[in-house]
């Protein structure tokens, strides 16, 4: 059972998962960062400071002035408020995301794979780069 185990954890799948959940946590700080630190500041700006957290309403029918309040008082609260904060959130970390693995990708150079056909010379089809005759119209061709 030992070698068994020993097999699996290190196959390399596991590995490379492993590898993929510490970076990501990494660069999860990253983003919250950005978002909370950078971002939710400047949009505050345009939100005038709108508090989501008072955004409720009391279950019992009550009217109460906070959300400390009316959970001080033991009672059931809809907090819509949080939730449209989280959407908020979210929506904007899956932008930040977006725009970062944009920015990734297009830093990446694709790789170009060596011509594998050529042009026959006489009749302008495509022929293997290796041949030394146009399979179509059987004009002698020069191999590269």
């Known amino acids: 059972?030992?070698?068994?185990?020993k097999k699996f954890a290190l196959k390399g799948n596991m590995i490379d998962l492993a590898v993929g959940i510490?970076?990501?946590?990494?660069?999860?700080?990253?983003?919250n960062s950005l978002v909370?630190?950078?971002?939710?500041?400047?949009?505050s700006i345009f939100?005038?400071?709108?508090?989501?957290?008072?955004?409720f309403f009391a279950l019992n029918g009550k009217k109460y002035e906070t959300l400390a309040a009316a959970e001080e008082a033991g009672v059931a609260v809809v907090k819509y408020g949080l939730f449209l904060s989280g959407v908020l959130n979210f929506l904007i970390m899956a932008f930040v995301v977006f725009i970062i693995v944009r920015w990734i990708n297009k830093l990446k150079k694709p790789e170009q794979a060596a011509p594998s056909v050529k042009k026959c010379p006489h009749c302008?089809?495509?022929i293997n780069?290796?041949?030394?005759?146009?399979p179509y119209?059987?004009?002698d061709v020069q191999a590269q």
């Open 1 to 5: 059972m030992l070698k068994e185990f």
């Open 36 to 43: 909370n630190d950078i971002i939710m500041p400047l949009l």
């Open 22 to 31: 510490i970076i990501g946590g990494a660069f999860n700080s990253i983003v």
């Open 137 to 139: 119209c059987t004009g």
């Open 124 to 126: 302008q089809s495509d």
């Open 47 to 55: 939100t005038k400071n709108i508090n989501f957290s008072n955004w």
């Open 129 to 134: 780069i290796l041949a030394t005759k146009c």
